[in-house]
């Protein structure tokens, strides 16, 4: 499965909307990035460091370290299923 080979953690983050974070495995995180950022739309770049996406209206922050933030899902199945599309060689629809 996708997840177990470039997601190191996935965790719901405290507060009011039901955000998760994800932490990437490390020897993985470049490759998983390009592909989130080949399949989403940048909405912003802040000083290299991160970048904020949109895929299918869902926000997410990705950071050059191999975090991202996925905002307000409707719970874990969700994040799941996301990342694997996001994270696929070539399926998942593409909003760029």
């Not at 989403?40 to 949109?54: A, I, M, Y």
């Amino acid at each position: 499965m996708l997840l177990r080979e470039y997601v190191s953690r996935l965790e719901e983050a405290c507060g009011e909307g039901r955000d998760f974070v994800v932490i990437l495995k490390y020897a993985k995180r470049e490759e998983a990035i390009k592909r989130i950022l080949a399949k989403s739309t940048v909405e912003r770049v802040l000083s290299g460091v991160l970048t904020k996406v949109r895929y299918r209206d869902i926000e997410i922050s990705v950071f050059i370290t191999g975090k991202l933030l996925l905002k307000d899902l409707k719970g874990r199945a969700v994040a799941e299923r996301l990342l694997g599309e996001l994270l696929s060689p070539d399926g998942g629809e593409t909003d760029s």
